[in-house]
Structures are given as C-alpha cells and as structure tokens.
C-alpha cells in the first residue's frame, strides 16, 4: 500500500458524503483468489468498453496529472481581489493579446484565452461597495482590476466569442484551421457588444482622471482604445457596403492606435513574487472537461503578438476591399495569388472566413436579374470571361416557344447544367479561400465534376445546334460556355500541380512528367483562351474591354508557364536521380499521384479527355530530348526561358486593370517577378556551359529558390 | 462513516463480496491527492479498476469537480478505496 493521506481532517467536505465504506483491505485481499486471466465485470460490461478508459497517473491520457514546475511559474497563488500596479495590468493585457493571437494560430482556447485566470473570475472583479477601503492605495489602485483589467478582459472574451461564430460558420475546418472546444466555459455570449464597449469606455475615463500622473496612463488608454476598435471589428463582418467601409475605417483605426502603443514605453515581466505572474495559469486544462491532456503552450513574445495582429488586420482590410469589388474575376486573381503564397497571418483563419462570408453578399451579386441570382457567380463569370449576356437563357427560351416538343428537353438541359455550374463555380470560390492542402484536396475532388460540367456543356451546344440552327448570334454565344468550362477546369489542373511543388510533396523522380504535364496543360489552356478570344467580335469589346484584356493577359501567362515548364523538363533530363525506378513502377507513381486526372469510367476517346495523361507521348519526347546533343539541348533551353522572361516582363508593364489585379497589384507583380527572376536565373547558368559540348553535358543541380513553382539550376560542386 | 475493520476476510468470500459491489459507486483516493467518484465497471487480478460515470476532485479552494467519464486507475496509485454499501460483516 502507498502512503496513507488522511483527508478526513479537512474542513471541506469529502465528496460523495457519508455512505462510504472502506474497501481497500478486501480489495488486496481478493487479488490472491482471483485467477490470472479472471477479470470481474458489471453487467452488459465488456473488455471492448473497458478499451477506451483513461488511464489515470498517464500523463498522455490523464490531463489532471500535475505537471512539474516551470521556472516560469508564479510562486504565489492567483488571487482576483489582489491588487495590481498600473504597468502590471498593462502586462496582463499585452499577454492576453498574446494568447488571443495564440488562439487565432490554431491553439486550443484551453492553451490560450482560458489560461487568463481572471476571465474565469469576471462577476466577482466587480467593485465590492460593501468593502469600502478607506485607506484608498494610492499605488495599487483598485479600480485598476476592477474597472481597466475587468473592461479589458471582458472585451478580449466577446472578441473571441466573435470570432468563435465567424469560425463555426462552416467556412472553414474545426481541428484543421481553429480549435473551437469551449469546454463548457463560458465566453460572454448574452453580453451586447455594446455594452462592453460601455465599460471600456468608463474604464478609459477612469484612466484619465484616476492616473492622471502616471507614466502608465497612456499606454493603459490605449490598449483599451484598440480593445474596443478591435472589438467592432469582429462585431462587423463586412456584409454590405456599410459594414465594409465602417470595417475598413476601424481597421486604419486599430492600425494607428497599434502604432503608438509599439511606439510608446513597454510594461517589464512582472517579478517572481507579483500576483500578476500568477493571472496565468498554462495548466488550466487540467481543470476543465477535456477530452485529452493538451501541451502547455508557449505564447508568442510582445511584438510577435502585434506582428500577426498587423497582418491579421491587414487581412480584414483586403476582405473589405474585396466585399465592395465588383469583378469575379478580380476576386479569382487576389485570391488565387494569396492561396499561393506561403501560409501568414494575412489569410489567417478568421480573415479567411471572412472572405467566404462575404462573397455571397458582394458588390458583383446584385448586379443582375433576381431570376438568375441563386446562379450568379456562373453568370457573372461566364460574362466577364467570354461576354456571354445575363440574358441568354431568355434568349434560347425566345426562340424555341414555337417548337414546343424540343422546349422542355432544352429547358431540362439548360436549367441542369445552371445549377451544377452555379454550384461547382461557388464550390470554387470558397475553396480557395481554405487552407492549401485542404484546397488541392477539395480541387482535385472537384476535378471530375468538372469533366462532367465540361460534357454537359458540349451537349447543350448541340442540342442548341440542332434545335435552332439558324440562330447565328445564340449559337455563337452557347458556344463559349464550353471553352469557358474548360478554362477553369485547366486551371484547377495547373493548381493541383503547383500547389503540391509549394508543399513540396514531389519526391525528384516526379518532376519530370510533372512539368511535362504541365506544359501540354498550359498549351491547351492557350488553345482554349485563343478560341475564346476569336468569338469575341469588335461590337462586343468595344464596349468592355474587361474579357479581352483578362483573355490576353492569361494566354501571355500560360504561354510563359509553358515555356518554363518545357525548358525544366529538358534541364532536368540532366539531374540525376538517386535511385532509378523501373518505367512501368514510375508509371504506376505517377497513375497513382494524378489519379485525379482520369476522371473514373471516361472513354478513352472522350473530346473532353484533354488532361487524361498520355504516357506515350511522354516517353516520345523524353527521347527526343536525350538524344539531342547537349549544347542543342542547352541553347533550347535558354530560348525558352528568354522568351518566358520576355512574356513575363510584359505582364508586370501591363495596368492593373489589364490583368485583373486592381486589389492586389504589388502582390500579382511580386509573383511574376519571382518567376521573372527563376528565368534570369536558370539562363544565366545555362549559358556557362552553351559553347562546350562537354560543358554542357555537364550534370546539374535542382533547387526551387525564387519561386516555389520552378527549381533553379546550378552547376553541381 | 467508516464501518468497523472487517476481519480479514477468507479469499473466495471476498472475491464475492467485490462482485457484489460492481456498477455501486466507489470513492477513490490516489496518491497525489485526487478523489475519483464513480462506479465501479470492472476490476483484474492487478486490481486494475475501471470507473465509468466518474467525476474527478481535486482539492484547491473545497473541492472542485470534473466530470471525466470512464477511467481505470491502476492499483499502485490507489491510497483508500471506498465502496457505497449498507456494511455487512463480511
């Protein structure tokens, strides 16, 4: 038997009260006659439930095991009525900013906000008129806990509740991008923001008149300033007009207010012996309901704090801007560019639930008829891309009524392919506000669903050929849709691949069929831009110029790609591998990492199968190019990225407007020029070896350093 | 209320005694000062104990109470167990 603690003495009472008896002699002296497989079992009682016990005194199940000490620890207790020095106060509220950016990173609320001892103890910090102090402490004012650190806190747990709602909207993956557990603790959610801000703002007046001489006042009143600016930003997601500009105005707020308290005198950590020290209390987990013992958690220092909150608000800034942005396709560039990106603060979880939110509610949806409105991001993208009028569907209608036996098959037809277009279209646009590998999942899923898209589409060009096929005009604009499909469908493509070399997911034995992959995806991608193009006529794109800017800007692009990925897939024939694979177990990687690519029971010959992957064509072009001679094959290379760099650099001189980058022109320009720079790169070293046939053989190294997309190539030491 | 110690109680009428208790509520004390209420599913050999429906205290300002659903606690940690039961010579 283990040491005997006799809990009896306590003044508390013992839970479960009297009616216990003492067991444990009977219980040490049964274990002798219990055989060793014999186990005692209650009724409808199995070993498969017993299986998910937690085992207590296991610090991996049992979240209450006690935790040694950290050096870090207070060494008094909390205690809520303890009062504080001004700049104490002014520490806790930097720390809680810092578990609230700790808890927007993806930490769990018991990491982070539930580890500020005071917000468990809020009814009680009110100030209690029955303990009148006389002897006011000149130093410690009470009113400091009980008017400043209370405002402060209760601002800071709406402002998670907020956030809290905005996260459990859906937009994005509880365990993947937040933690929402609450533990059933309470976060204020009957308290009116309003009236919150109320008691910040008594708490600031206060301030001004109860710590007039101190050094402290100004730091404390702006951190309550920001709490509260902050706090009706997450009351406003931008919905509407309103909302947007009056986000956007609190946000350039927030930013200045951020300024001057960086700018201004910072709070020391607290000694070991202030009760300040112990607000804190990073093993709180142990004291909730938790499923799973969680890690304590370091949070981030102060200016890592105001770092991700700046970026965090940038970030709501550009979902404002794009809530009052009427062009779908300026919505597809920033987007598509930021998805890019490397993950930041900037498209942090809330701001990307945000950007979801508002898109149903954009300045581009009112735009048109109520009677195409549940379809009107397809409406609106097919418009901006190929000039396809609202109105076409009236249209075709119009001109069939007289031919009544074909009126319900198209009207079947037509209505089928607007909500599966409508759906797949706003399935895209949400997508590409989640996380990266949740994205290329989500994209890669969608892949045949857009195949399918792609074959409705070419159906109803021919019923519609076939049902009024003297209709020119119609004709010519049913047309489109199916390019325009397609369009999209390539993208996603190109998407999936690039975004698994941004991850870094391809092992080097893939990067060959990759980018060759690639490169006949951006050709057709080309193919399919130009045969948009050519159906626009003068009338059309006289009056908006929008499509042939957007159609001319992505054909320079794909072109560009295309002739990267060519010249990588050249380059690479000359880095070696480590180990060789045998060609039809390198097929199989590959079947299996595209599988996406064959949509499941296409026909083989199958006009849409423009990404089915052609092995045969592969193997052809890899001998082509190993059987080259090495400075041939050098000097096609630095043609190819010369004239990609030249594509390129005749992007970034285009406006804004050209290239549908009105709200993200730096960051658009930042992606070519990171291209731009992978080509000047990869020409530089491979004229080196242009002139010397043994120079050019020579074997060479595969980095990707200026862009994620394309490796650089270097001379092998 | 503590019963009066029972004399040692002869094995095989102890391992009858110990059925007879399971699924009643018990009251285990372990070593770091933890109090586990809940009622008793099962027990081996090693006298490992399955509690389910068990609510954990700890003693900070009185006790203060979770709910922790199903746990086993192995022996080596237990200082007192206590079974909810009208006391019965054993």
């Given amino acids: 038997m283990n040491t005997t603690a006799d809990y009896h003495n306590g003044p508390w009472e013992i839970p479960g009260g009297d009616g216990y008896a003492d067991v444990t002699s009977i219980l040490a002296s049964a274990a002798p006659n219990l055989g060793i497989e014999d186990v005692l079992f209650m009724e409808n009682f199995t070993l498969m439930d017993a299986l998910s016990a937690i085992e207590i005194m296991d610090p991996r199940m ?26 104490e106060v002014c520490w806790i509220i930097d720390r809680s900013l810092a578990a609230e950016m700790a808890w927007h990173s993806g930490n769990s609320l018991a990491q982070t906000i539930f580890t500020l001892l005071y917000m468990h103890e809020l009814p009680n910090l009110q100030h209690n008129y029955f303990n009148q102090n006389f002897r006011s402490n000149r130093e410690r004012p009470e009113e400091l806990v009980t008017e400043v650190l209370r405002a402060a806190t209760y601002g800071l747990v709406k402002s998670c509740d ?45 301030l001004e008149y109860g710590l007039e001489e101190s050094i402290w006042r100004d730091p404390l009143v702006q951190r ?12 406003t997601p931008p919905s509407d007009e309103k909302t947007s500009a009056k986000t956007l105005a609190n946000v350039i707020t927030a930013k200045a207010l951020l300024g001057l308290i960086r700018s201004g005198i910072q709070p020391p950590t607290p000694s070991f012996t202030s009760p300040a020290l112990a607000a804190f209390d990073p093993n709180i987990s142990s004291k909730l309901v938790s499923h799973a013992p969680l890690r304590r958690l370091e949070l981030p220092n102060r200016e890592e704090a105001w770092n991700l909150l700046e970026a965090m608000l940038e ?72 000039l396809i009028p609202y109105s076409l569907p009236t249209q075709l209608y119009n001109c069939i009524r007289a031919e009544d036996l074909s009126y319900n098959g198209l009207r079947d037809a037509l209505t089928g392919f607007q909500s599966r277009s409508s759906s797949l279209t706003t399935h895209y646009y949400s ?77 080097l034995s893939e990067w060959s069929f990759l980018y060759w992959y690639a490169s006949t995806i951006f050709a057709h991608q080309h193919k399919t831009l130009l045969a948009i193009k050519n159906y626009l006529d003068e009338r059309e794109t006289a009056s908006s110029s929008g499509s042939l800017d957007y159609l001319n800007t992505q054909m320079e692009l794909a072109s560009a790609l295309r002739d990267m990925c060519s010249a990588t897939v050249s380059a690479l024939a000359r880095v070696p591998l480590p180990y060789n694979h045998p060609p039809d177990r390198q097929r199989a990687n590959i079947e299996r990492r595209l599988k996406w690519a064959h949509p499941a029971g296409a026909e083989a010959q199958d006009q849409c199968d423009v990404t089915s992957l052609d092995f045969v064509a592969y193997e052809r072009d890899v001998q082509r190019i190993s059987t080259r001679p090495p400075k041939d094959a050098r000097q096609e ?45 990869n020409a530089a070293v491979l004229r080196k070896g242009a002139n010397d046939e043994r120079a050019a053989a020579d074997v060479l190294v595969a980095r990707h350093v200026h862009h994620s997309w394309f490796p650089v190539f270097s001379e092998k030491e | 209320m503590n019963g009066p110690q029972s004399p040692l109680s002869p094995g095989p009428a102890a391992v009858s005694f110990l059925a007879s208790t399971l699924s009643k509520s018990y009251r285990i004390s372990i070593s770091d000062g933890r109090i586990f209420n809940g009622n008793l599913a099962c027990l081996d050999k090693q006298l490992n104990l399955v509690l389910v429906n068990t609510e954990e205290f700890r003693l900070g ?30």
């Fill in chain 1, 62 to 87: 049992d979240s209450g095991v006690a935790h040694p000490p950290s050096p870090n620890d207070a060494v008094v207790p909390f205690n809520p009525s303890a009062e504080l020095l001004p700049e």
């Fill in chain 1, 637 to 681: 290379e630095i043609q190819l990225f010369t004239q990609a760099r030249t594509g390129l650099f005749g992007l970034t001189q285009r406006s804004a407007e050209e290239t549908m980058s009105t709200l993200c022109e730096p960051l658009y320009k930042g992606f070519l020029a990171g291209l731009l720079k992978t080509c000047d790169a």
């Fill in chain 1, 431 to 507: 997508c590409l506000s989640h996380n990266r590998p949740r994205q290329r999942r989500n994209f890669s899923k969608a892949l045949r669903d857009w195949h399918e898209l792609h074959r409705d589409a070419l159906d109803l060009v021919k019923r519609v050929r076939a049902l009024i096929p003297q209709r020119e005009t119609e004709i010519r604009l049913v047309e489109r849709i199916p390019l325009v499909v397609l369009h999209i469908r390539l993208t996603l493509v190109t998407d999936v691949i690039f975004s698994g070399f941004e991850v870094e997911l391809y092992d």
């Fill in chain 2, 61 to 90: 300002d009185g006790y203060m109470g979770r709910y922790v659903g199903m746990v086993m606690i192995p022996w080596k940690w237990v200082v007192k167990a206590e079974a909810e039961i009208e006391w019965e010579k054993v």
């Fill in chain 1, 224 to 235: 309550l300033e920001l709490r509260k600016v902050l706090l009706s930003i997450f009351a």
């Fill in chain 1, 162 to 206: 907020l956030a809290w709602r905005e996260f459990t909207k859906n937009h994005v993956y509880d365990g993947e991008d937040f933690n929402g557990e609450k533990f059933d603790v309470s976060m204020c959610e009957n308290y009116y923001v309003s009236k919150i801000i109320e008691m910040l703002d008594e708490a600031v007046l206060w």
């Fill in chain 1, 315 to 386: 970030g709501i800034f550009e979902a404002c801007t794009l809530s009052t942005c009427d062009s779908i396709l300026s919505w597809k560039t920033l987007l598509s560019v930021r998805a890019s990106e490397p993950p930041s603060f900037r498209r942090s979880a809330y701001v990307r639930s945000l950007t979801v939110s508002a898109f149903p509610s954009s300045a581009a949806a009112p735009k048109f008829n109520s009677y195409t409105s549940p379809n009107w991001v397809v409406s609106e993208l097919l418009l901006e891309v190929a």
